[in-house]
T-cell receptor, first 114, second 111 residues
Framework: NAGVTQTPKFRVLKTGQSMTLLCAQD?????MYWYRQDPGMGLRLIHY???????AKGEVPDGYNVSRLKKQNFLLGLESAAPSQTSVYFC?????????????FGAGTRLSVL | GQQVMQIPQYQHVQEGEDFTTYCNSS?????IQWYKQRPGGHPVFLIQ?????EVKKQKRLTFQFGEAKKNSSLHITATQTTDVGTYFC???????????FGKGTLLTVNP
């Protein structure tokens, strides 16, 4: 049971390049989330999904797009990377059951945009 | 929108001292969760509090949820070097089970 797996773990981009971050979970969770973490800023929600085929904007969605074509995968895309998108990106999934909604996080993707 | 404030931002203690971090929400929360992130790691769930005035303990860790369900605290008794990391509170109050995270408290422990 791998839990939540993020690929890649590290990436360096040049300004204007595009890339896709992949998040895969094997726990059959309905809800998935993408966060970015910057020093002193905590975790900020970028986009989230409440199920296959559905996505919604979070707190800081500008410059990002997402897709949830399969229940187990949640993709985060940067169409034209900017230095302000240098950050650590975390994916999380949650199973809502019995009043509990615990988020399980992946190991993160460290992205630098030059 | 919902805002969750967490203080202090940093806390350095000597091993064996106690530690407390506080969390305050601008709105009433349906629940509050606490996560721990070790340096270079990812957030890991510690606990969820749901009821007004709830207190839960995990060994040396004590978690409280305020009566008004707008504030919470995490207290660690007799810190150890293994307690090092950033502690986040996260408020659940909106739909779709989204969480609003505080900015975290970075705890360092001097052995």
């Amino acid at each position: 049971n791998a839990g939540v797996t993020q690929t890649p773990k590290f990436r360096v981009l040049k300004t204007g390049q595009s890339m896709t971050l992949l998040c895969a979970q094997d726990m059959n969770h309905e809800y998935m989330y993408w966060y970015r973490q910057d020093p002193g800023m905590g975790l900020r929600l970028i986009h989230y999904s409440v199920g296959e085929g559905t996505t919604a904007k979070g707190e800081v969605p500008d410059g990002y797009n997402v897709s949830r074509l399969k229940k187990q995968n949640f993709l985060l895309g940067l169409e034209s990377a900017a230095p302000s998108q240098t950050s650590v990106y975390f994916c999380a999934s949650t199973l809502v059951s019995g009043g509990q909604n615990i988020q399980y996080f992946g190991a993160g993707t460290r992205l630098s945009v030059l | 929108g919902q805002q969750v404030m967490q203080i202090p931002q940093y806390q350095h203690v000597q091993e064996g001292e106690d530690f407390t971090t506080y969390c305050n929400s601008s709105t009433t929360l349906s629940n509050i969760q606490w996560y721990k992130q070790r340096p270079g790691g990812h957030p890991v769930f510690l606990i969820q509090l749901v009821k007004s005035g709830e207190v839960k303990k995990q060994k040396r860790l004590t978690f409280q949820f305020g009566e008004a369900k707008k504030n919470s605290s995490l207290h660690i008794t007799a810190t150890q070097t293994t307690d090092v990391g950033t502690y986040f509170c996260a408020g659940g109050g909106g739909s779709n089970y989204k969480l609003t995270f505080g900015k975290g408290t970075l705890l360092t422990v001097n052995p």
